[in-house]
């Protein structure tokens, strides 16, 4: 049932309730929900360079670039290979948007 529901909220384009845009995502820890958000600053690189990626469960980043896929386990290896071969700029910094350790998103109840 939870994730006949979650695809259905995905499927919309944006939920407003009383005002405010609601997300729904997948229920993580805690802990892979601060890994995950690790990658926050590194995708809106790519996205700003119109390189489309995405998390893999648990926290591994998927990056499609020029038809292959690559899936990558940290974001210093990332960052390092993307900095390798020339889409990120040597002295662009990547750095990590939340802690780790803390939720990414605010508790509501």
Known sequence: MRQKVLQAAWSKKE??????????????SIKIQAERSRYSALRKQLRQKNVKSHIVYPAKLRVFLDGNETIYSSLEDTSRNLKKIGLL??????????EAGHAPFKKVR
Do not use: H, L, W, Y
């Open 15 to 28: 939920i407003v309730v009383g005002g405010n845009r609601i997300f729904f995502s997948q229920d993580f």
């Open 89 to 98: 700029d040597q002295g662009e910094p990547v750095t990590q948007e939340t």
